[in-house]
């Protein structure tokens, strides 16, 4: 709702706002000598040129008014529509990014946290492993420090980036998630040599044991005090991270023990902003493909709620997209655009060139950094990087 500003230039929002986010703005503002309206407005201005963010929890939200551009309101509506999200929830996202970029000049500076991309479908056969290594290669070629760790058994990710799996019985990430090492996990690390990425990707194979990894885990949780299964990655992970800027696991296709250490490691840490670290979910434009969300979805809220941390959906990626499949394939396109939350980040259509790359064994970005595909990857790394 909105109404003249006395001298014309502005029209009064009235609108609601959780709380404790409210009272966090305008504590912000008086803080950094800035008026609540000019806030607000550079907020929401901001949000509307950026892709949707995760959704903010406005539980309890109360009466918030203040005056904002003539027109802007009408502006940020329509983009509240257009993602569908209500306008409680756009006005709260915004106001939740301008915080977290504008911190409390008193504040110290917040810790430094690792990035980190589960990127996860219970479903096989929909990119996995093309989105993890695409993305990771992005973000390399950009300067960011990768690590990209091959959690699916199968290895298909070390396979095509010509990484050796580490056989059965050897050090490895499976022997450090279960506390059967105390050897140095950054000696398993490979960087792929190519001057593109200037030994900024990384790679942490896959191993054969890792088919036994749920049921290792599960009795080490049971016999091991103080051992806990959600955190075995993390803790394997630890002490090697911060050598990197982003984290990127390429799960197996499965809902186990196993994702659900992942998508653990994936949860937003203290003092971290929403959206830095999350699940990126690849599907493709089939109904299979929206029932394997289901149940992976299924899996991330029974954690949140179990475990009591908070998973963003960082967006999904619509890979193999071929519209000469006929209706099936464009309605289920549109199916997943109308989400609106989580985003589609991307649409990667079924060309030749991802193929061509695996089977040299070359990083896509570096065979083909000009094709349509590669073209994707970097679109997907930007849409998350906020």
Same mark, same amino acid.
């Given at each position: 709702?909105?109404?003249?500003?006395?001298?014309? /230039?502005?029209?009064?929002?009235?609108?609601?706002?959780?709380?404790?986010?409210?009272?966090?703005?305008?504590?912000?503002?008086?803080?950094?000598?800035? /008026?609540?309206?000019?806030?607000?407005?550079?907020?929401?201005?901001?949000?509307?040129?950026?892709p949707p963010l995760p959704t903010v929890?406005?539980?309890?939200?109360?009466?918030?008014?203040?005056?904002?551009?003539?027109?802007?309101?009408?502006?940020?509506?329509?983009?509240?529509?257009?993602?569908?999200?209500?306008?409680?929830?756009?006005?709260?996202?915004?106001?939740?990014?301008? %915080?977290?970029?504008?911190?409390?000049?008193?504040?110290?500076?917040?810790?430094?946290?690792?990035?980190?991309?589960?990127?996860?479908? $219970?479903?096989?056969?929909?990119?996995?492993?093309?989105?993890?290594? !695409?993305?990771?290669?992005?973000?390399?070629?950009?300067?960011?420090?990768?690590?990209?760790?091959?959690?699916?058994? $199968?290895?298909?990710?070390?396979?095509?980036?010509?990484?050796?799996?580490?056989?059965?019985?050897?050090?490895?990430?499976?022997?450090?998630?279960?506390?059967?090492?105390? &050897? /140095?996990?950054?000696?398993?690390?490979?960087?792929?040599?190519?001057?593109?990425?200037?030994?900024?990707?990384?790679?942490?194979?896959?191993? +054969?044991?890792? +088919?036994?990894?749920?049921?290792?885990?599960?009795?080490?949780?049971?016999?091991?005090?103080? +051992?806990?299964?959600?955190?075995?990655?993390?803790?394997?992970?630890?002490?090697?991270?911060?050598? +990197?800027?982003?984290?990127?696991?390429?799960?197996?296709?499965?809902?186990?023990?196993?994702?659900?250490?992942?998508l653990y490691y994936a949860r937003r840490?203290?003092?971290?902003?929403? !959206?830095?670290?999350?699940?990126?979910?690849?599907?493709?434009?089939?109904?299979?493909?929206?029932? *394997?969300?289901g149940m992976l979805a299924g899996q991330?809220?029974?954690?949140?709620?179990?475990?009591?941390?908070?998973?963003?959906? %960082? !967006?999904?990626?619509?890979?193999?997209?071929?519209?000469?499949?006929?209706?099936?394939?464009?309605?289920?396109?549109?199916?997943?655009?109308?989400?609106? /939350?989580?985003?589609?980040?991307?649409?990667?259509?079924?060309?030749?060139?991802?193929?061509?790359?695996?089977?040299? $064994? $070359?990083?896509?970005? *570096?065979?083909?950094?000009?094709?349509?595909?590669?073209?994707?990857?970097?679109?997907?790394?930007?849409?998350? &990087?906020?």
């Open positions: 709702m909105a109404s003249p500003y006395p001298q014309g /230039d502005r029209e009064k929002v009235a609108s609601k706002l959780p709380v404790a986010l409210r009272q966090e703005v305008k504590i912000r503002a008086a803080e950094l000598a800035v /008026d609540i309206q000019d806030v607000v407005t550079a907020a929401v201005t901001d949000w509307r040129a950026l929890d406005t539980t309890g939200a109360e009466s918030f008014s203040t005056w904002l551009p003539t027109g802007l309101y009408a502006d940020f509506k329509e983009t509240c529509t257009d993602r569908g999200v209500s306008y409680i929830q756009g006005l709260a996202q915004s106001v939740r990014r301008w %915080l977290d970029n504008n911190p409390s000049p008193g504040a110290a500076p917040p810790p430094r946290v690792v990035r980190r991309i589960i990127v996860c479908n $219970q479903k096989g056969g929909v990119g996995k492993t093309a989105v993890s290594a !695409g993305i990771a290669q992005a973000w390399a070629e950009e300067g960011m420090r990768v690590l990209l760790v091959d959690y699916d058994p $199968q290895g298909h990710l070390s396979q095509q980036l010509g990484v050796p799996q580490i056989p059965p019985g050897h050090d490895s990430l499976v022997s450090h998630m279960c506390g059967e090492s105390t &050897a /140095d996990l950054t000696d398993l690390i490979t960087a792929i040599e190519d001057e593109r990425f200037g030994k900024r990707l990384n790679v942490l194979p896959s191993c +054969f044991d890792g +088919f036994l990894l749920d049921a290792k885990v599960a009795i080490k949780d049971v016999a091991a005090r103080g +051992f806990h299964k959600e955190h075995a990655l993390e803790r394997a992970l630890e002490g090697i991270e911060n050598d +990197f800027d982003i984290v990127i696991i390429d799960c197996p296709p499965s809902l186990g023990i196993a994702m659900d250490a992942a840490r203290p003092g971290e902003p929403i !959206g830095n670290s999350g699940v990126i979910i690849p599907v493709l434009a089939e109904d299979s493909s929206a029932t *394997a969300y991330i809220d029974d954690l949140v709620v179990d475990l009591r941390v908070d998973i963003d959906y %960082l !967006g999904l990626v619509v890979n193999l997209y071929d519209s000469r499949r006929g209706v099936i394939a464009t309605t289920s396109l549109q199916q997943w655009e109308s989400l609106g /939350d989580p985003p589609v980040l991307a649409v990667i259509n079924d060309l030749k060139e991802q193929r061509e790359a695996v089977r040299r $064994q $070359q990083p896509l970005l *570096a065979y083909a950094p000009d094709s349509e595909q590669a073209e994707a990857m970097r679109k997907i790394a930007r849409g998350v &990087a906020r």
